[in-house]
């Protein structure tokens, strides 16, 4: 069985900073996407920002420049900088994966839990 797990999230003023941080763990043979997505209240779920296996990157138009995503294959692990943050970055966040198990290789899409990201004064 395969998990992603999210840390990171919380509280921020208008230009701080927060980095989010997501761990595939279980049955695994590969990943080949990891990203975030967020949703704000009211609107639909988008993306915000993924990576391949082979390091390359894409954003949303609205956090380039200000968001950074990255990750550790020997860890499976994907995080997220975000700086220069803005009330309208609140939302909660959502890692995906795009995983191969070692039970079955066949390529699944996988969803974490959420962590929420307010950006307030």
């Known amino acids: 069985q395969v998990q992603l797990v999210e840390s990171g999230g919380g509280l921020v003023q208008p230009g701080g900073s927060l980095r989010l941080s997501c761990a595939a763990s279980?049955?695994?043979?590969?990943?080949?996407?990891m990203g975030w997505y967020r949703q704000a209240p009211g609107k639909q779920r988008e993306l915000v920002a993924d990576i391949t296996n082979g390091g390359s990157t894409n954003y949303a138009d609205s956090v380039k420049g200000r968001f950074a995503i990255s990750r550790d294959n020997a860890k499976n692990t994907v995080y997220l900088q975000m700086n220069s943050l803005k009330p309208e970055d609140t939302a909660v966040y959502y890692c995906?994966?795009?995983?191969?198990?070692?039970?079955?290789?066949?390529?699944?899409?996988?969803w974490g839990q959420g962590t929420q990201g307010t950006v307030s004064s």
């Open positions: 995906n994966a795009l995983i191969s198990s070692a039970d079955s290789y066949t390529l699944r899409n996988y």
């Open positions: 279980g049955s695994i043979f590969s990943i080949a996407l």
